[in-house]
Protein backbone atom coordinates (compact mmCIF):
# COMPACT_ATOMS: atom_id res chain seq x y z
CA UNK A 1 0.00 0.00 0.00
CA UNK A 2 1.24 3.19 -1.22
CA UNK A 3 2.27 5.86 1.30
CA UNK A 4 -0.07 9.10 1.02
CA UNK A 5 1.55 11.61 -0.66
CA UNK A 6 3.31 14.43 1.72
CA UNK A 7 3.83 18.30 1.39
CA UNK A 8 7.15 17.69 -0.26
CA UNK A 9 5.47 15.84 -3.32
CA UNK A 10 2.60 19.08 -3.46
CA UNK A 11 5.59 21.56 -3.78
CA UNK A 12 8.04 21.05 -6.36
CA UNK A 13 10.01 24.23 -5.24
CA UNK A 14 10.77 22.56 -1.67
CA UNK A 15 11.87 19.20 -3.32
CA UNK A 16 14.33 21.19 -5.68
CA UNK A 17 15.62 23.05 -2.30
CA UNK A 18 16.08 20.03 -0.19
CA UNK A 19 17.47 18.06 -2.97
CA UNK A 20 20.93 20.19 -3.61
CA UNK A 21 23.34 17.92 -1.27
CA UNK A 22 25.49 18.54 -4.17
CA UNK A 23 24.38 21.89 -5.27
CA UNK A 24 27.52 24.45 -5.62
CA UNK A 25 27.15 26.47 -2.93
CA UNK A 26 29.74 29.88 -1.81
CA UNK A 27 30.28 28.83 1.99
CA UNK A 28 31.18 25.51 1.43
CA UNK A 29 33.41 26.04 -1.62
CA UNK A 30 35.20 28.56 1.14
CA UNK A 31 36.06 25.57 3.23
CA UNK A 32 37.52 24.07 0.29
CA UNK A 33 39.84 26.64 -0.49
CA UNK A 34 40.82 26.33 3.38
CA UNK A 35 41.57 23.13 2.72
CA UNK A 36 43.18 23.66 -0.37
CA UNK A 37 45.50 26.00 1.19
CA UNK A 38 46.02 23.91 4.47
CA UNK A 39 47.31 21.15 1.83
CA UNK A 40 50.38 23.76 0.83
CA UNK A 41 51.77 23.29 3.90
CA UNK A 42 54.83 21.05 4.34
CA UNK A 43 54.83 17.25 5.68
CA UNK A 44 57.43 14.39 5.79
CA UNK A 45 57.87 14.02 2.15
CA UNK A 46 58.26 16.79 -0.63
CA UNK A 47 55.62 16.92 -3.05
CA UNK A 48 56.23 17.62 -6.89
CA UNK A 49 53.89 20.29 -8.30
CA UNK A 50 51.97 17.74 -9.69
CA UNK A 51 51.47 15.75 -6.96
CA UNK A 52 50.39 18.94 -5.20
CA UNK A 53 47.80 19.81 -7.64
CA UNK A 54 45.97 16.66 -7.29
CA UNK A 55 46.08 16.77 -3.66
CA UNK A 56 44.87 20.37 -3.39
CA UNK A 57 41.83 19.45 -5.22
CA UNK A 58 41.16 16.65 -3.64
CA UNK A 59 41.16 18.53 0.22
CA UNK A 60 39.22 21.14 -1.84
CA UNK A 61 36.24 18.58 -2.62
CA UNK A 62 36.25 16.72 0.65
CA UNK A 63 36.09 20.35 2.58
CA UNK A 64 33.27 21.48 -0.03
CA UNK A 65 31.38 18.12 0.65
CA UNK A 66 32.12 18.99 4.31
CA UNK A 67 30.54 22.31 4.29
CA UNK A 68 27.89 21.30 2.03
CA UNK A 69 26.93 18.33 5.02
CA UNK A 70 27.53 20.85 7.76
CA UNK A 71 24.51 22.86 5.51
CA UNK A 72 22.27 20.62 5.09
CA UNK A 73 21.99 19.44 8.41
CA UNK A 74 21.74 23.29 9.34
CA UNK A 75 18.59 23.13 7.06
CA UNK A 76 16.79 19.63 8.01
CA UNK A 77 16.98 21.06 11.75
CA UNK A 78 15.08 24.03 10.64
CA UNK A 79 17.80 26.53 12.13
CA UNK A 80 17.00 30.15 10.55
CA UNK A 81 19.18 31.15 7.81
CA UNK A 82 20.63 34.96 6.32
CA UNK A 83 18.72 35.96 3.48
CA UNK A 84 19.05 39.20 0.71
CA UNK A 85 21.32 42.13 2.08
CA UNK A 86 22.38 39.92 5.01
CA UNK A 87 23.69 36.80 3.45
CA UNK A 88 26.18 38.81 0.78
CA UNK A 89 27.85 40.51 3.48
CA UNK A 90 28.19 37.29 5.06
CA UNK A 91 29.59 35.63 2.13
CA UNK A 92 32.02 38.68 2.14
CA UNK A 93 33.32 38.53 6.11
CA UNK A 94 33.99 34.85 5.29
CA UNK A 95 35.37 34.99 1.57
CA UNK A 96 38.22 38.02 2.45
CA UNK A 97 39.85 35.90 5.33
CA UNK A 98 39.54 32.71 3.24
CA UNK A 99 41.61 34.37 0.13
CA UNK A 100 43.86 36.04 2.19
CA UNK A 101 45.26 32.59 3.92
CA UNK A 102 45.23 31.17 0.19
CA UNK A 103 47.38 33.75 -1.49
CA UNK A 104 49.21 34.08 1.51
CA UNK A 105 50.16 29.57 1.41
CA UNK A 106 50.78 29.78 -2.07
CA UNK A 107 53.47 32.26 -1.72
CA UNK A 108 54.56 30.21 0.88
CA UNK A 109 54.58 27.43 -0.81
CA UNK A 110 57.86 26.42 -2.34
CA UNK A 111 59.60 27.56 0.47
CA UNK A 112 57.60 24.88 2.70
CA UNK A 113 58.71 22.58 0.08
CA UNK A 114 62.15 23.53 0.06
CA UNK A 115 62.11 23.23 3.68
CA UNK A 116 61.38 19.47 3.16
CA UNK A 117 63.84 18.93 0.39
CA UNK A 118 67.12 20.59 2.00
CA UNK A 119 66.81 18.33 4.87
CA UNK A 120 66.66 15.05 2.98
CA UNK A 121 69.40 16.23 0.79
CA UNK A 122 67.43 17.67 -2.49
CA UNK A 123 68.38 20.29 -3.78
CA UNK A 124 65.87 23.32 -3.70
CA UNK A 125 63.27 23.43 -6.73
CA UNK A 126 64.14 26.04 -9.18
CA UNK A 127 61.03 25.23 -10.84
CA UNK A 128 57.31 26.93 -9.67
CA UNK A 129 54.92 25.75 -11.41
CA UNK A 130 52.21 27.58 -10.64
CA UNK A 131 49.56 28.04 -12.52
CA UNK A 132 50.03 23.79 -13.65
CA UNK A 133 49.70 23.01 -10.25
CA UNK A 134 46.66 25.18 -10.09
CA UNK A 135 45.31 23.53 -13.50
CA UNK A 136 45.36 20.45 -12.09
CA UNK A 137 43.92 21.47 -8.99
CA UNK A 138 40.84 22.72 -10.84
CA UNK A 139 40.71 19.57 -12.72
CA UNK A 140 40.78 17.49 -9.88
CA UNK A 141 37.95 19.15 -8.08
CA UNK A 142 35.45 19.28 -10.97
CA UNK A 143 35.88 15.73 -11.14
CA UNK A 144 34.96 15.16 -8.05
CA UNK A 145 32.54 17.56 -8.09
CA UNK A 146 31.58 15.27 -11.00
CA UNK A 147 31.47 12.32 -8.93
CA UNK A 148 29.53 14.05 -6.03
CA UNK A 149 26.81 14.89 -8.74
CA UNK A 150 26.64 11.31 -10.01
CA UNK A 151 26.33 10.51 -6.20
CA UNK A 152 23.31 12.97 -5.45
CA UNK A 153 21.11 11.06 -9.28
CA UNK A 154 21.48 8.09 -7.26
CA UNK A 155 20.34 9.36 -4.37
CA UNK A 156 17.71 11.78 -5.99
CA UNK A 157 16.08 8.39 -7.55
CA UNK A 158 16.11 5.94 -4.01
CA UNK A 159 14.40 8.64 -1.97
CA UNK A 160 11.56 10.12 -4.58
CA UNK A 161 10.79 6.42 -4.91
CA UNK A 162 10.56 5.80 -1.45
CA UNK A 163 8.55 9.10 -1.01
CA UNK A 164 5.61 6.69 -1.98
CA UNK A 165 5.94 4.03 0.72
CA UNK A 166 7.01 6.23 3.90
CA UNK A 167 7.93 10.02 5.37
CA UNK A 168 9.66 12.27 3.76
CA UNK A 169 12.61 12.30 6.48
CA UNK A 170 12.85 8.45 6.48
CA UNK A 171 12.89 8.50 2.85
CA UNK A 172 15.72 10.89 2.83
CA UNK A 173 17.56 8.85 5.63
CA UNK A 174 17.04 5.52 3.94
CA UNK A 175 17.99 6.82 0.24
CA UNK A 176 20.80 8.15 2.05
CA UNK A 177 22.20 4.54 3.50
CA UNK A 178 21.18 3.60 -0.15
CA UNK A 179 22.96 5.38 -2.07
CA UNK A 180 26.15 5.20 0.13
CA UNK A 181 25.49 1.38 0.66
CA UNK A 182 25.62 1.33 -3.88
CA UNK A 183 29.15 3.59 -3.97
CA UNK A 184 30.78 2.06 -1.45
CA UNK A 185 30.29 -1.76 -2.43
CA UNK A 186 30.20 -1.17 -5.97
CA UNK A 187 33.89 0.62 -5.67
CA UNK A 188 34.98 -2.34 -2.81
CA UNK A 189 33.77 -5.21 -4.86
CA UNK A 190 34.33 -3.42 -8.62
CA UNK A 191 37.14 -1.23 -9.27
CA UNK A 192 39.43 -1.61 -5.81
CA UNK A 193 39.05 -5.69 -6.33
CA UNK A 194 39.71 -5.10 -10.05
CA UNK A 195 42.27 -2.77 -9.37
CA UNK A 196 43.76 -5.16 -6.71
CA UNK A 197 43.70 -8.18 -8.81
CA UNK A 198 45.23 -6.14 -11.92
CA UNK A 199 47.91 -5.46 -9.85
CA UNK A 200 48.81 -8.79 -8.50
CA UNK A 201 48.15 -10.04 -11.86
CA UNK A 202 50.77 -7.66 -13.41
CA UNK A 203 53.65 -8.51 -10.64
CA UNK A 204 53.22 -11.74 -11.19
CA UNK A 205 53.41 -11.92 -14.70
CA UNK A 206 56.65 -9.46 -14.69
CA UNK A 207 58.11 -11.54 -12.45
CA UNK A 208 57.11 -14.76 -14.47
CA UNK A 209 59.41 -12.78 -17.48
CA UNK A 210 62.67 -13.89 -15.72
CA UNK A 211 61.60 -18.06 -15.33
CA UNK A 212 64.87 -18.58 -17.89
CA UNK A 213 67.24 -15.79 -17.10
CA UNK A 214 69.22 -15.13 -15.69
CA UNK A 215 69.88 -19.13 -15.20
CA UNK A 216 69.68 -20.83 -12.50
CA UNK A 217 72.92 -21.90 -10.47
CA UNK A 218 75.54 -24.78 -11.17
CA UNK A 219 76.57 -24.80 -7.91
CA UNK A 220 75.11 -27.47 -5.95
CA UNK A 221 75.46 -24.90 -2.59
CA UNK A 222 73.27 -22.51 -3.89
CA UNK A 223 69.48 -22.70 -4.02
CA UNK A 224 67.71 -23.14 -6.86
CA UNK A 225 70.87 -25.32 -8.17
CA UNK A 226 71.24 -28.87 -8.82
CA UNK A 227 69.60 -30.88 -6.05
CA UNK A 228 68.24 -27.79 -5.08
CA UNK A 229 64.71 -28.37 -3.37
CA UNK A 230 63.43 -25.21 -4.35
CA UNK A 231 62.31 -24.49 -7.99
CA UNK A 232 64.01 -21.94 -9.71
CA UNK A 233 61.34 -21.07 -12.14
CA UNK A 234 59.30 -20.16 -9.39
CA UNK A 235 61.37 -18.03 -7.32
CA UNK A 236 60.44 -14.75 -9.20
CA UNK A 237 62.86 -12.13 -9.71
CA UNK A 238 63.52 -10.61 -6.14
CA UNK A 239 64.26 -14.44 -4.75
CA UNK A 240 67.04 -14.52 -7.73
CA UNK A 241 68.25 -11.25 -7.21
CA UNK A 242 68.92 -12.25 -3.27
CA UNK A 243 70.01 -15.85 -3.74
CA UNK A 244 72.56 -14.77 -6.68
CA UNK A 245 73.41 -11.24 -4.89
CA UNK A 246 75.69 -10.73 -2.16
CA UNK A 247 79.11 -11.14 -1.84
CA UNK A 248 81.64 -14.39 -1.44
CA UNK A 249 84.16 -15.81 0.56
CA UNK A 250 86.44 -13.96 -1.86
CA UNK A 251 84.69 -10.67 -1.55
CA UNK A 252 84.57 -11.20 2.08
CA UNK A 253 88.21 -12.13 2.76
CA UNK A 254 88.92 -9.21 0.37
CA UNK A 255 87.71 -6.64 2.84
CA UNK A 256 88.37 -8.94 6.18
CA UNK A 257 91.70 -9.78 5.38
CA UNK A 258 90.83 -13.12 6.79
CA UNK A 259 89.58 -16.47 5.59
CA UNK A 260 85.96 -16.65 4.84
CA UNK A 261 82.92 -18.71 3.98
CA UNK A 262 80.11 -18.42 1.19
CA UNK A 263 77.05 -17.27 3.43
CA UNK A 264 73.59 -19.59 2.80
CA UNK A 265 70.59 -17.77 1.23
CA UNK A 266 67.56 -19.53 1.02
CA UNK A 267 64.38 -18.12 -1.00
CA UNK A 268 61.25 -20.19 -1.61
CA UNK A 269 58.77 -18.38 -3.64
CA UNK A 270 55.04 -17.94 -3.67
CA UNK A 271 54.48 -20.01 -6.57
CA UNK A 272 56.83 -22.55 -5.41
CA UNK A 273 53.92 -24.09 -2.95
CA UNK A 274 49.95 -23.56 -2.05
CA UNK A 275 49.98 -22.95 1.28
CA UNK A 276 52.51 -21.20 3.81
CA UNK A 277 53.06 -23.98 5.78
CA UNK A 278 54.14 -26.11 2.75
CA UNK A 279 56.18 -23.27 1.34
CA UNK A 280 57.98 -23.10 4.96
CA UNK A 281 58.59 -26.61 4.94
CA UNK A 282 60.42 -26.52 1.60
CA UNK A 283 62.72 -23.69 3.13
CA UNK A 284 63.49 -25.60 6.11
CA UNK A 285 64.51 -28.60 4.10
CA UNK A 286 66.84 -26.60 1.81
CA UNK A 287 68.41 -25.32 5.23
CA UNK A 288 68.90 -28.59 6.49
CA UNK A 289 70.42 -29.69 2.97
CA UNK A 290 73.04 -26.73 2.48
CA UNK A 291 74.00 -26.81 6.16
CA UNK A 292 72.61 -23.75 7.46
CA UNK A 293 72.65 -25.17 11.33
CA UNK A 294 76.05 -25.98 11.34
CA UNK A 295 76.64 -21.96 10.46
CA UNK A 296 77.31 -19.45 13.20
CA UNK A 297 74.39 -17.07 12.48
CA UNK A 298 71.28 -18.12 11.33
CA UNK A 299 68.50 -15.20 10.17
CA UNK A 300 65.03 -15.63 9.22
CA UNK A 301 63.69 -12.63 6.89
CA UNK A 302 60.77 -11.13 5.81
CA UNK A 303 60.54 -9.73 2.58
CA UNK A 304 58.92 -6.48 1.94
CA UNK A 305 55.07 -7.01 0.15
CA UNK A 306 57.00 -7.61 -3.52
CA UNK A 307 59.09 -10.49 -2.21
CA UNK A 308 62.32 -7.83 -2.13
CA UNK A 309 64.93 -8.47 0.38
CA UNK A 310 67.27 -5.37 0.83
CA UNK A 311 70.92 -6.02 0.01
CA UNK A 312 71.50 -3.09 2.26
CA UNK A 313 70.28 -5.23 4.91
CA UNK A 314 71.65 -8.31 4.55
CA UNK A 315 75.12 -7.79 2.65
CA UNK A 316 76.91 -5.99 5.90
CA UNK A 317 76.46 -8.58 8.26
CA UNK A 318 77.53 -10.93 5.72
CA UNK A 319 80.98 -9.08 5.66
CA UNK A 320 80.54 -9.02 9.88
CA UNK A 321 80.55 -12.69 9.96
CA UNK A 322 82.73 -13.36 7.63
CA UNK A 323 80.02 -15.19 5.68
CA UNK A 324 79.58 -17.83 8.14
CA UNK A 325 75.44 -17.04 7.92
CA UNK A 326 72.47 -18.45 6.54
CA UNK A 327 69.49 -16.35 5.68
CA UNK A 328 66.02 -17.53 4.55
CA UNK A 329 63.19 -16.17 3.19
CA UNK A 330 60.23 -16.81 2.06
CA UNK A 331 57.53 -14.78 -0.61
CA UNK A 332 53.94 -13.98 0.31
CA UNK A 333 52.82 -11.88 -2.14
CA UNK A 334 53.38 -9.69 -5.45
CA UNK A 335 52.15 -5.82 -4.68
CA UNK A 336 54.18 -3.64 -3.56
CA UNK A 337 54.29 -2.98 0.28
CA UNK A 338 51.92 -0.17 0.39
CA UNK A 339 48.95 -2.13 -1.69
CA UNK A 340 50.51 -5.95 -0.40
CA UNK A 341 49.59 -3.66 3.18
CA UNK A 342 46.09 -2.91 2.48
CA UNK A 343 45.12 -6.62 0.31
CA UNK A 344 47.01 -9.22 1.67
CA UNK A 345 48.33 -8.42 4.65
CA UNK A 346 46.60 -11.48 6.45
CA UNK A 347 48.62 -13.62 3.63
CA UNK A 348 52.54 -11.47 4.73
CA UNK A 349 51.49 -12.49 8.19
CA UNK A 350 50.47 -16.45 7.99
CA UNK A 351 53.89 -16.64 5.59
CA UNK A 352 55.80 -15.12 8.46
CA UNK A 353 54.61 -17.22 11.05
CA UNK A 354 54.36 -20.35 9.34
CA UNK A 355 58.14 -19.96 8.31
CA UNK A 356 59.37 -18.49 11.74
CA UNK A 357 57.61 -21.36 13.27
CA UNK A 358 59.00 -24.22 11.38
CA UNK A 359 62.35 -23.03 11.83
CA UNK A 360 62.54 -22.35 15.38
CA UNK A 361 60.71 -25.24 16.05
CA UNK A 362 63.85 -27.43 14.16
CA UNK A 363 66.28 -25.02 15.80
CA UNK A 364 64.86 -25.90 19.13
CA UNK A 365 65.11 -29.30 18.99
CA UNK A 366 68.84 -28.49 18.71
CA UNK A 367 71.75 -29.21 21.05
CA UNK A 368 71.85 -25.33 22.64
CA UNK A 369 75.57 -25.48 21.97
CA UNK A 370 75.32 -26.93 18.55
CA UNK A 371 73.08 -24.34 16.87
CA UNK A 372 73.85 -21.24 15.13
CA UNK A 373 72.16 -17.68 16.80
CA UNK A 374 68.92 -17.31 15.66
CA UNK A 375 67.39 -13.74 14.73
CA UNK A 376 64.75 -11.95 12.90
CA UNK A 377 64.42 -9.46 10.44
CA UNK A 378 62.08 -7.73 8.33
CA UNK A 379 61.73 -4.23 6.32
CA UNK A 380 58.50 -2.27 6.27
CA UNK A 381 55.62 -4.86 5.91
CA UNK A 382 58.52 -7.87 6.06
CA UNK A 383 59.04 -6.13 9.45
CA UNK A 384 55.66 -6.00 10.86
CA UNK A 385 55.22 -9.94 9.32
CA UNK A 386 58.62 -10.85 11.51
CA UNK A 387 56.59 -9.01 14.41
CA UNK A 388 53.73 -10.68 14.33
CA UNK A 389 55.20 -14.07 14.19
CA UNK A 390 57.08 -13.59 16.79
CA UNK A 391 55.61 -15.48 19.78
CA UNK A 392 56.43 -14.53 23.01
CA UNK A 393 54.47 -17.14 24.73
CA UNK A 394 56.70 -19.64 22.45
CA UNK A 395 59.88 -18.53 22.93
CA UNK A 396 60.25 -17.11 26.28
CA UNK A 397 62.06 -20.39 27.82
CA UNK A 398 64.29 -20.46 25.10
CA UNK A 399 64.49 -17.76 23.15
CA UNK A 400 66.42 -16.30 20.00
CA UNK A 401 69.34 -13.96 19.89
CA UNK A 402 67.56 -11.28 19.02
CA UNK A 403 65.82 -9.22 16.18
CA UNK A 404 66.18 -5.97 13.69
CA UNK A 405 62.73 -4.73 12.72
CA UNK A 406 62.90 -1.68 9.97
CA UNK A 407 60.88 1.11 8.87
CA UNK A 408 58.04 -0.63 10.91
CA UNK A 409 54.85 -0.02 9.63
CA UNK A 410 52.59 2.22 11.55
CA UNK A 411 50.13 -0.90 12.53
CA UNK A 412 52.62 -3.19 13.83
CA UNK A 413 51.01 -4.22 17.19
CA UNK A 414 54.43 -5.03 18.66
CA UNK A 415 55.88 -1.82 17.38
CA UNK A 416 53.02 -0.02 18.96
CA UNK A 417 53.71 -1.43 22.83
CA UNK A 418 56.99 -0.71 22.73
CA UNK A 419 56.74 2.93 21.78
CA UNK A 420 54.23 3.60 24.35
CA UNK A 421 56.37 1.76 26.99
CA UNK A 422 58.82 4.80 26.36
CA UNK A 423 60.27 6.61 29.18
CA UNK A 424 58.84 9.82 30.55
CA UNK A 425 60.39 12.64 28.66
CA UNK A 426 61.64 10.07 25.78
CA UNK A 427 60.54 11.32 22.20
CA UNK A 428 57.93 9.40 20.40
CA UNK A 429 59.98 9.52 16.87
CA UNK A 430 63.02 7.46 19.00
CA UNK A 431 62.23 6.22 22.62
CA UNK A 432 63.97 4.83 24.91
CA UNK A 433 62.60 2.10 26.66
CA UNK A 434 63.73 1.42 30.21
CA UNK A 435 67.37 0.80 30.54
CA UNK A 436 67.37 -0.57 27.38
CA UNK A 437 68.11 -3.83 28.17
CA UNK A 438 65.79 -5.46 25.82
CA UNK A 439 64.57 -3.09 23.46
CA UNK A 440 66.29 -0.15 21.31
CA UNK A 441 65.37 2.30 19.06
CA UNK A 442 67.86 4.14 16.32
CA UNK A 443 67.74 6.36 13.48
CA UNK A 444 70.49 7.78 10.57
CA UNK A 445 71.37 10.26 13.53
CA UNK A 446 71.28 8.37 16.80
CA UNK A 447 72.43 4.92 17.55
CA UNK A 448 71.85 2.08 19.62
CA UNK A 449 74.01 3.70 22.57
CA UNK A 450 71.96 5.59 24.33
CA UNK A 451 70.78 2.90 26.63
CA UNK A 452 71.73 3.06 30.62
CA UNK A 453 72.29 -0.98 30.71
CA UNK A 454 74.16 -3.34 28.97
CA UNK A 455 72.20 -5.59 26.33
CA UNK A 456 70.35 -8.74 28.06
CA UNK A 457 70.40 -12.31 26.31
CA UNK A 458 67.30 -11.20 23.53
CA UNK A 459 68.72 -8.00 21.69
CA UNK A 460 65.42 -6.13 19.73
CA UNK A 461 66.33 -3.22 17.67
CA UNK A 462 64.32 -0.72 15.72
CA UNK A 463 65.86 1.14 12.87
CA UNK A 464 63.66 4.22 11.80
CA UNK A 465 63.86 7.61 10.38
CA UNK A 466 61.74 10.28 11.29
CA UNK A 467 60.40 11.39 8.06
CA UNK A 468 59.19 7.76 7.16
CA UNK A 469 55.43 7.62 6.75
CA UNK A 470 54.93 4.49 6.63
CA UNK A 471 56.50 4.12 10.34
CA UNK A 472 54.40 7.74 11.34
CA UNK A 473 51.31 7.70 9.93
CA UNK A 474 49.00 8.31 12.11
CA UNK A 475 45.18 6.92 11.19
CA UNK A 476 43.62 9.29 13.59
CA UNK A 477 44.98 12.34 12.07
CA UNK A 478 41.69 12.98 10.76
CA UNK A 479 40.53 14.53 13.64
CA UNK A 480 43.82 14.90 15.93
CA UNK A 481 47.30 15.83 15.82
CA UNK A 482 49.70 13.22 15.86
CA UNK A 483 52.11 12.70 18.83
CA UNK A 484 55.12 13.27 17.08
CA UNK A 485 53.89 16.56 15.88
CA UNK A 486 53.75 17.83 19.20
CA UNK A 487 57.32 17.23 19.56
CA UNK A 488 60.32 19.47 18.51
CA UNK A 489 60.89 17.78 15.40
CA UNK A 490 63.65 16.02 14.29
CA UNK A 491 66.59 17.26 11.88
CA UNK A 492 64.99 14.87 8.78
CA UNK A 493 61.07 16.75 9.29
CA UNK A 494 60.02 19.96 8.40
CA UNK A 495 59.87 22.83 11.53
CA UNK A 496 57.20 24.19 9.36
CA UNK A 497 54.90 21.31 9.62
CA UNK A 498 51.36 22.14 10.81
CA UNK A 499 48.34 20.03 12.23
CA UNK A 500 44.99 20.77 9.91
CA UNK A 501 42.02 18.30 10.79
CA UNK A 502 41.69 15.64 7.52
CA UNK A 503 44.21 17.66 5.54
CA UNK A 504 46.59 16.02 7.37
CA UNK A 505 45.59 12.85 7.06
CA UNK A 506 45.46 13.26 3.33
CA UNK A 507 49.05 14.82 3.38
CA UNK A 508 50.44 11.44 5.69
CA UNK A 509 48.65 9.35 2.90
CA UNK A 510 50.52 10.81 -0.02
CA UNK A 511 54.08 11.02 1.62
CA UNK A 512 53.12 7.24 2.51
CA UNK A 513 52.69 6.60 -1.76
CA UNK A 514 56.14 9.10 -2.45
CA UNK A 515 57.57 7.52 0.83
CA UNK A 516 60.76 6.02 -1.20
CA UNK A 517 60.60 9.35 -3.19
CA UNK A 518 63.89 10.85 -1.86
CA UNK A 519 67.56 10.11 -1.47
CA UNK A 520 68.70 7.01 0.32
CA UNK A 521 69.20 7.92 4.23
CA UNK A 522 65.91 9.33 4.73
CA UNK A 523 61.74 8.37 4.23
CA UNK A 524 61.16 4.63 3.68
CA UNK A 525 64.64 4.19 1.52
CA UNK A 526 67.18 2.77 4.68
CA UNK A 527 70.55 2.30 4.06
CA UNK A 528 73.64 0.28 4.54
CA UNK A 529 75.04 2.37 6.58
CA UNK A 530 72.66 2.60 9.04
CA UNK A 531 72.03 -1.52 9.37
CA UNK A 532 75.76 -1.53 10.07
CA UNK A 533 75.33 0.01 13.30
CA UNK A 534 72.01 -2.17 13.58
CA UNK A 535 73.67 -5.06 13.24
CA UNK A 536 76.37 -4.24 15.29
CA UNK A 537 74.42 -3.75 18.17
CA UNK A 538 72.12 -6.76 17.81
CA UNK A 539 74.62 -9.23 16.70
CA UNK A 540 77.96 -8.00 18.53
CA UNK A 541 80.70 -9.62 15.99
CA UNK A 542 83.78 -10.97 17.62
CA UNK A 543 86.47 -8.13 17.79
CA UNK A 544 84.29 -6.08 16.01
CA UNK A 545 85.21 -2.04 16.82
CA UNK A 546 84.57 0.98 15.63
CA UNK A 547 86.86 1.00 13.42
CA UNK A 548 85.81 -2.00 11.62
CA UNK A 549 82.20 -0.51 11.00
CA UNK A 550 83.95 3.25 9.74
CA UNK A 551 85.70 0.70 7.06
CA UNK A 552 82.37 -1.24 6.22
CA UNK A 553 80.37 1.75 5.66
CA UNK A 554 83.11 2.92 3.12
CA UNK A 555 83.09 -0.18 1.76
CA UNK A 556 78.70 0.09 1.54
CA UNK A 557 79.02 3.19 0.55
CA UNK A 558 75.79 4.80 -1.48
CA UNK A 559 77.86 4.70 -4.50
CA UNK A 560 76.69 1.15 -4.90
CA UNK A 561 73.26 1.79 -4.65
CA UNK A 562 71.36 0.54 -1.04
CA UNK A 563 73.83 -2.76 -1.14
CA UNK A 564 77.59 -3.19 -0.62
CA UNK A 565 80.63 -3.46 -2.75
CA UNK A 566 80.77 -7.39 -3.91
Not at 42 to 57: K, M, T, V
Not at 172 to 185: E, K, Q, R, S, T
Not at 445 to 473: C, K, M
Request: aromatic share 12%; proline share 7%.
Amino acid sequence: MRYRANRLDRNPRMTNKTSRLFGFAILPFLLGLVFFAASLTPSLIPRPWFIQGALAGLVTAIGYVIGQLVLSAWRAIELPRLQGRAKVIAHIVVAVPVLALWVYDLAHWTRWQDSIRTRVGLEPTEEFHLFAMLGIAAVVFIVCFAIGLAVQWIFDILRRRLYRYMPMRTANALGLILAAAIVFFGTRDGVIRWTFEALDESYETAQNLFVKAPPAPTSPRKAGGPGSLVDWGAMGQPGRDFVLGGPDAEAISTFSGRPARDPIRVYVGRAQADTPEDRANVALEELKRLGAFERKILIVASPTGTGWLDPGGHDPIEYMHDGDIATVAVQYSYLQSPFALIFETQSGLEQATATMQTVYRYWKSLPEDDRPAFYAHGLSLGAWSSMYSFDLFEVINDPIQGALWTGPPFPSALWNKATEARNSGSSYVLPIVGDGILVRFMSQFHGLDRATADWGRLRIAYLQYASDPIVFYEPNSVWRSPEWMREPPAPDVSPDMRFMPVVTQFQLVVDMILALAVPPGYGHSYVARDYIDAWVGVTAPDGWSQADSARLKEWCGLEWGLGCRN
